[in-house]
């Protein structure tokens, strides 16, 4: 059964029995799924980057723990949960920044513990992990509605819109967050041109952010980081749209490397700055943004571009992959709860209980 929509392009099916991923790594030249039946194979898809996106990242965790329940239940001679909490354990371990991964792990723990030890618990699990991903599918289409408003409201100031990794299909279960935010006002004749960052090292923005937006006729220009200034200096750009992997308590985002940069410089310009991600995004657990732990991944990524060397040999690598835009440049947080503008501490509890906002 595949339960994604929107444009055709799904980054995770659940088929039958199993799992199959779209392999991001080799995109766009190859369009390729893989096929999981095994959590611990999950789990490594997701730190190789098999499945990346906050979002996308937790429905495919979800997935991991109906796998390892299967395999605990049919192994085990009575106890299934103690060799479970190891698998599951081992799914925690595979990022550590994005929230989701944890918040959907944290869902599927809540449902394994009411579950009596002689039932098998595969059923009660997928239900779950499948409403994991039709919520996040709901969540997108509310927020490309909320985030173009805004759009809207601000139609004097530029026809175009800046975005940074990839945050669309292929990062969520739906239309994604900023993306989705992106194709909602580019159908409503709100926009007309969107400035993709390539995003060094992994270039998420020029591998998967263009492909998707060239497949849907949205006309894109890809830019080097470098580059983010002039643009907001001579182009007629209205907003910075990015997504986030994790929000805390007062509002701060933690996301993709170089997010930091495109806020600051937006003030600089004059450009607004909107973050877009679901409430699965938010942990209120964390007072503020110094508390996320950043991801620092291997000096690969840095020194070789599709495995040929581009530094020399043996040279430092310093590659930290999140960074935390403060919460005083952000103008505005879209959820699917409602819009935070100019997040504050109660601005961000009145969001999370539910209080209308919007
Ligand atoms: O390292 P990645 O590709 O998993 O990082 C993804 C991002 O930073 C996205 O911008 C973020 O998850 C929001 S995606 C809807």
Same mark, same amino acid.
């Given at each position: 059964?595949?339960?994604?929509?929107?444009? $055709?392009?799904?980054?995770?099916?659940?088929?039958?029995?199993?799992?199959?991923?779209?392999?991001?790594?080799?995109?766009?030249?190859?369009?390729?799924?893989?096929?999981?039946?095994?959590?611990?194979?999950?789990?490594?898809?997701?730190?190789?980057?098999?499945?990346?996106?906050?979002?996308?990242?937790?429905?495919?965790?979800?997935?991991?723990?109906?796998?390892?329940?299967?395999?605990?239940?049919?192994? %085990?001679?009575?106890?299934?949960?103690?060799?479970?909490?190891?698998?599951?354990?081992?799914?925690?371990?595979?990022?550590?920044?994005?929230?989701?991964?944890?918040?959907?792990?944290?869902?599927? &723990?809540?449902?394994?513990?009411?579950?009596?030890?002689?039932?098998?618990?595969?059923?009660?699990?997928?239900?779950?992990?499948?409403?994991?991903?039709?919520?996040?599918?709901?969540?997108?289409?509310?927020?490309?509605?909320?985030?173009?408003?805004?759009?809207?409201?601000?139609?004097?100031?530029?026809?175009?819109?800046?975005?940074?990794?990839?945050?669309?299909?292929?990062?969520?279960?739906?239309?994604?967050?900023?993306?989705?935010?992106?194709?909602?006002?580019?159908?409503?004749?709100?926009?007309?041109?969107?400035?993709?960052?390539?995003?060094?090292?992994?270039?998420?923005? %020029?591998?998967?952010?263009?492909?998707?937006?060239?497949?849907?006729?949205?006309?894109?220009?890809?830019?080097?980081?470098?580059?983010? %200034?002039?643009?907001? &200096?001579?182009?007629?750009?209205?907003?910075?749209? *990015?997504?986030?992997?994790?929000?805390?308590?007062? $509002?701060? *985002?933690?996301? &993709?490397? $170089?997010?930091?940069?495109?806020?600051?410089?937006?003030?600089?310009?004059?450009?607004?700055?909107?973050?877009?991600?679901?409430?699965?995004?938010?942990?209120?657990?964390?007072?503020?943004?110094?508390?996320?732990?950043?991801?620092?991944?291997?000096?690969?990524?840095?020194?070789?571009? &599709?495995?040929?060397?581009? %530094?020399?040999?043996?040279?430092?690598?310093?590659?930290? *992959?999140?960074?935390?835009?403060?919460?005083?440049?952000?103008?505005?947080? *879209?959820?699917?709860?409602?819009?935070?503008?100019?997040?504050?501490?109660?601005?961000?509890?009145?969001?999370?209980?539910?209080?209308?906002?919007?």
């Amino acid at each position: 059964m595949s339960i994604s929509e929107e444009n $055709g392009v799904e980054a995770i099916i659940w088929q039958d029995d199993h799992l199959k991923l779209l392999d991001q790594r080799i995109l766009p030249e190859k369009e390729e799924y893989l096929s999981y039946h095994d959590s611990d194979a999950v789990a490594s898809a997701i730190t190789d980057m098999v499945v990346r996106g906050a979002p996308a990242i937790g429905i495919t965790a979800a997935y991991g723990v109906v796998l390892a329940a299967r395999a605990c239940f049919a192994t %085990a001679t009575s106890d299934w949960k103690s060799p479970l909490a190891d698998s599951i354990q081992v799914l925690a371990d595979s990022r550590p920044t994005a929230v989701n991964l944890f918040w959907a792990l944290d869902k599927m &723990k809540a449902v394994i513990e009411k579950l009596p030890m002689d039932v098998n618990p595969e059923a009660a699990l997928l239900k779950i992990a499948i409403e994991i991903h039709q919520s996040d599918i709901a969540a997108n289409r509310t927020m490309g509605e909320f985030g173009a408003e805004l759009i809207a409201d601000t139609q004097d100031s530029g026809r175009s819109v800046m975005t940074h990794c990839n945050t669309g299909a292929l990062a969520t279960g739906g239309l994604g967050t900023a993306l989705g935010v992106i194709r909602t006002a580019f159908d409503k004749g709100l926009i007309d041109h969107v400035h993709a960052d390539e995003t060094r090292p992994w270039f998420q923005g %020029a591998r998967l952010t263009a492909w998707e937006l060239m497949r849907e006729g949205i006309p894109v220009s890809l830019n080097v980081e470098g580059a983010a %200034a002039h643009i907001m &200096k001579t182009q007629d750009i209205s907003w910075v749209i *990015v997504g986030a992997d994790r929000i805390t308590a007062n $509002g701060d *985002v933690a996301n &993709k490397i $170089g997010t930091y940069n495109l806020a600051v410089l937006a003030l600089h310009h004059g450009v607004r700055f909107m973050v877009v991600a679901p409430s699965s995004t938010i942990d209120m657990s964390l007072e503020h943004g110094d508390d996320i732990p950043i991801e620092e991944r291997g000096p690969d990524e840095v020194v070789a571009v &599709k495995g040929q060397q581009v %530094a020399p040999e043996g040279v430092d690598v310093f590659n930290p *992959v999140f960074d935390v835009t403060p919460a005083d440049l952000i103008d505005v947080i *879209v959820t699917e709860k409602g819009v935070v503008e100019r997040p504050t501490v109660e601005k961000m509890k009145a969001l999370m209980s539910n209080e209308r906002l919007h």
